[in-house]
């Protein structure tokens, strides 16, 4: 199973109720939405996709598990494609 992490050199700064992370260096800053903010949250220790899914399952009781597992799937993408995540070994 992969597990993910943030990688080290993310800067985030929470603004209101909104989440921004850019990496250290980087031109490009991301807007996380609230599902993709609490994937980075859960993210400060090292997590798979299933367990990603149960946690926000339960924090967002409302969103259909379908829509949940796309959401974790493609923000875990969207972040790792950008360097702001890394795998991390068991």
Not at 17 to 31: A, K, N, R
Not at 35 to 46: D, F, N, Q, S, V
Request: net charge negative; charged share 25%.
């Amino acid at each position: 199973m992969t597990r993910y992490a943030r990688t080290p050199e993310v800067i985030e700064t929470a603004v209101d109720d909104e989440l921004f992370v850019v990496l250290s260096g980087g031109e490009e800053i991301f807007h996380l939405d609230a599902i993709a903010a609490a994937i980075w949250r859960a993210l400060a220790e090292p997590a798979g996709e299933a367990e990603l899914e149960r946690l926000l399952e339960a924090a967002f009781p409302d969103v259909p598990a379908r829509q949940i597992a796309a959401d974790v799937t493609t923000t875990l993408d969207r972040l790792s494609r950008n360097g702001l995540l890394v795998t991390a070994d068991n």
